[in-house]
């Protein structure tokens, strides 16, 4: 399938975009061993020692693709991981790393972790990017970034070509209303896996989630941490709870922000963006004054326009599915709404160009159609993951319900489900994620509750399953994809918990 909406990303894709002018349980110090020095805490029994004994070397970081070259103050690395932890004296791969280190020495917490989300994306590119909004905890923690396996530097996923991508774009109707726009949108998507297992082979059965936390893991213990200090976003959420869910003696001070529902299959998690994103595209008319069914019902009919007949943009086309997702990009972050408003106006005026523009940047199209690969690493994460292979017939016979959720975009979702891992060539792993961690420390679980792309519920049942006395909720009343440097109470809660392990009450709310 030529473009999806899924996760993808935090709060931080829309901040890149206005920069981008896209316009019209941690420990004290005294416990915290040098950094580099594997901690005496050994990840998982069995690994050789040739990884467990391992220190990385840091060294000067080179530009990650299309982006600057990050300052003097970042160090860059890589940690060899097993390929197949069933076989973990066998092939190995390198997760790559990058690495700001505190600034008070004396009080160092240790490492801090993240995972931007996605899944595929970046963090040895998104880490430098975002790292004025964690300055604060940077005076104490060293900011560790990471790419997962099958992202990045650490054996990226590709599975299409510039070419490739862009024909797919321009020929697949990804809301098909024939029985031959159906064949050809189940076609592309299976061309899309026989792509990924050509071009990265083996590779792709071991891109599941589980497999990046075990990775995690051996990396806390090279980085010399007796805990692992966490701080996902997003899908990062979901590598999160999978880390508590196995290594939950291991868990240190971890915060999960805009949380993936734990218990969402892989048509529960379409079922629950459809209703996220129409619900945070009601709270963007509102907030502009139009009634929401009324400019839901506008929208709505601006896409089937496209789809009959859609708008040229020089030698390319906006699409309906294209302005789905340049619909989509905005309602990530409050502050881009001025750019959907002014996207949708020249889109109604036969204007497609900035609705194509938002799209783009989304989809990660540079303006020279040179494509980024965090969609392939996106792909081939998610069907590693799910065992679940929706036919066609299961996507038609959502499309009412579906609809009925958002006339935006409801139909798209639905199809979404047999596109996706539609004949992937390698099987899924489970259902839905593992999240319980009896005897983990506690995990703030922030939600917030205009959350587009992971709706407030998944907050909820990720802190239930997590378990008692595990799972913090903290509820953000609000809008956007992830609290944590756009809600002021959020990161005041945050950074108490992270720096000085003052755990809120369940339940606490900022608004």
Same mark, same amino acid.
């Not at 990058?98 to 931007?116: Q, T, V």
């Not at 009919?301 to 789809?307: H, N």
């Not at 497609?352 to 994460?381: K, V, W």
């Not at 990161?491 to 918990?497: F, L, Q, S």
């Given at each position: 399938?030529?473009?999806?909406?899924?996760?993808?990303?935090?709060?931080?894709?829309?901040?890149?975009?206005?920069?981008?002018?896209?316009?019209?349980?941690?420990?004290?110090?005294? &416990?915290?061993?040098?950094?580099?020095?594997?901690? #005496?805490?050994?990840?998982?029994?069995?690994?050789?020692?040739?990884?467990?004994?391992?220190?990385?070397?840091?060294?000067?970081?080179?530009?990650?693709? =299309?982006?600057?070259?990050? =300052?003097?103050?970042?160090?860059?690395?890589?940690?060899?991981?097993?390929?197949?932890?069933?076989?973990?004296?066998?092939?190995?791969?390198?997760?790559?790393?990058?690495?700001?280190?505190?600034?008070?020495?004396?009080?160092?917490?240790?490492?801090?972790?993240?995972?931007?989300?996605?899944?595929?994306?970046?963090?040895?590119?998104?880490?430098?990017?975002? &790292?004025? /909004? *964690?300055?604060?905890?940077?005076?104490?923690?060293?900011?560790? $970034?990471?790419?997962?396996?099958? %992202?990045?530097?650490?054996?990226?996923?590709?599975?299409?070509?510039?070419?490739?991508?862009?024909?797919?774009?321009?020929?697949?109707?990804?809301?098909?209303?024939?029985?031959? +726009?159906?064949?050809?949108?189940?076609?592309?998507?299976?061309?899309?896996?026989?792509?990924?297992?050509?071009?990265?082979?083996?590779?792709?059965?071991?891109?599941?989630?589980?497999?990046?936390?075990?990775?995690?893991?051996? %990396?806390?213990?090279?980085? $010399?941490?007796?805990?692992?200090?966490?701080? =996902?976003?997003?899908?990062?959420?979901?590598?999160?709870?999978?880390?508590?869910?196995?290594?939950?003696?291991?868990?240190?001070?971890?915060?999960?922000?805009?949380?993936?529902?734990?218990?969402?299959?892989?048509? $529960?998690?379409?079922?629950?963006?459809?209703?996220?994103?129409?619900?945070?595209? /009601?709270? *963007?008319?509102?907030?502009?004054? +139009?009634?929401?069914?009324?400019?839901?019902?506008?929208?709505?009919?601006?896409?089937?326009?496209?789809?009959?007949?859609?708008?040229?943009?020089?030698?390319?086309?906006?699409?309906?599915?294209?302005?789905?997702?340049?619909?989509?990009?905005?309602? *990530?972050? /409050?502050?881009?709404?001025?750019?959907?408003?002014?996207?949708?106006? #020249?889109?109604?005026?036969?204007?497609?160009?900035?609705?194509?523009?938002?799209?783009?940047?989304?989809?990660?199209?540079?303006?020279?159609?040179?494509?980024?690969?965090?969609?392939?690493?996106?792909?081939?994460?998610?069907?590693?993951?799910?065992?679940?292979?929706?036919?066609?017939?299961?996507?038609?016979?959502?499309?009412?319900?579906?609809?009925?959720?958002?006339? %935006?975009? !409801?139909?798209?979702?639905?199809?979404?489900?047999?596109?996706?891992?539609?004949?992937?060539?390698?099987?899924?792993?489970?259902?839905?994620? +593992?999240?319980?961690?009896?005897?983990?420390?506690?995990?703030?679980? %922030?939600?917030?509750?205009?959350?587009?792309?992971?709706?407030?519920?998944?907050? +909820?049942?990720?802190?239930?399953?997590?378990?008692?006395?595990?799972?913090?909720?903290?509820?953000?009343?609000?809008?956007?994809?992830?609290?944590?440097?756009?809600?002021?109470?959020?990161?005041?809660?945050?950074?108490? *918990?992270?720096?000085? !392990? #003052?755990?809120?009450?369940?339940?606490? #709310?900022?608004?």
């Amino acid at each position: 399938m030529s473009t999806s909406i899924r996760i993808r990303g935090t709060a931080a894709l829309a901040a890149a975009l206005l920069l981008a002018g896209c316009t019209s349980g941690g420990g004290d110090s005294a &416990a915290t061993p040098p950094a580099g020095t594997p901690s #005496k805490n050994s990840p998982a029994a069995g690994l050789p020692a040739a990884l467990t004994g391992q220190r990385p070397e840091w060294r000067s970081c080179p530009a990650p693709e =299309g982006g600057r070259k990050p =300052g003097r103050d970042w160090r860059c690395a890589d940690v060899t991981v097993p390929l197949d932890y069933d076989r973990p004296a066998g092939e190995t791969m390198s997760v790559a790393l990058i690495r700001k280190e505190a600034r008070d020495k004396d009080r160092r917490l240790g490492s801090l972790l993240f995972n931007f989300g996605g899944p595929g994306a970046s963090g040895v590119a998104g880490l430098p990017r975002a &790292a004025a /909004e *964690y300055d604060k905890l940077n005076e104490r923690y060293d900011l560790v $970034g990471f790419d997962p396996r099958g %992202v990045g530097r650490s054996g990226a996923v590709i599975c299409r070509d510039d070419r490739e991508q862009a024909a797919s774009e321009a020929g697949t109707d990804v809301t098909p209303d024939t029985p031959a +726009e159906e064949a050809a949108f189940l076609a592309d998507g299976t061309a899309f896996g026989a792509g990924c297992a050509r071009r990265s082979g083996k590779t792709i059965a071991h891109t599941t989630t589980s497999n990046t936390a075990r990775d995690l893991d051996l %990396v806390r213990h090279v980085l $010399g941490d007796a805990k692992l200090n966490y701080f =996902g976003i997003s899908y990062g959420t979901e590598l999160g709870g999978t880390y508590a869910h196995l290594f939950p003696k291991n868990v240190g001070r971890a915060v999960l922000d805009a949380v993936v529902d734990p218990t969402a299959d892989n048509v $529960g998690h379409a079922r629950n963006q459809t209703v996220g994103f129409q619900r945070a595209l /009601e709270s *963007y008319l509102q907030g502009r004054g +139009e009634s929401p069914k009324a400019g839901t019902a506008r929208i709505a009919a601006l896409l089937k326009r496209l789809d009959r007949s859609p708008l040229p943009v020089g030698d390319r086309r906006l699409t309906d599915g294209l302005a789905v997702t340049g619909i989509v990009m905005p309602l *990530y972050s /409050e502050e881009s709404w001025p750019m959907l408003t002014s996207a949708l106006q #020249k889109a109604e005026n036969g204007d497609g160009s900035e609705l194509l523009r938002l799209a783009d940047f989304y989809n990660d199209r540079e303006p020279d159609g040179h494509y980024g690969t965090q969609s392939h690493a996106q792909r081939a994460i998610s069907c590693a993951d799910s065992a679940e292979r929706p036919t066609a017939a299961q996507a038609r016979a959502l499309l009412p319900e579906f609809r009925g959720l958002s006339p %935006v975009f !409801g139909e798209f979702l639905a199809w979404d489900t047999a596109g996706w891992c539609a004949n992937w060539p390698v099987k899924g792993e489970r259902t839905t994620p +593992e999240a319980s961690a009896p005897g983990a420390a506690p995990v703030l679980v %922030v939600g917030t509750t205009n959350d587009p792309a992971t709706p407030y519920e998944g907050a +909820e049942r990720m802190a239930k399953e997590l378990g008692a006395g595990v799972g913090v909720l903290v509820t953000n009343e609000g809008d956007g994809h992830g609290a944590y440097g756009t809600s002021s109470c959020v990161t005041r809660t945050v950074d108490a *918990y992270l720096l000085d !392990g #003052k755990v809120p009450a369940y339940g606490k #709310k900022c608004g």
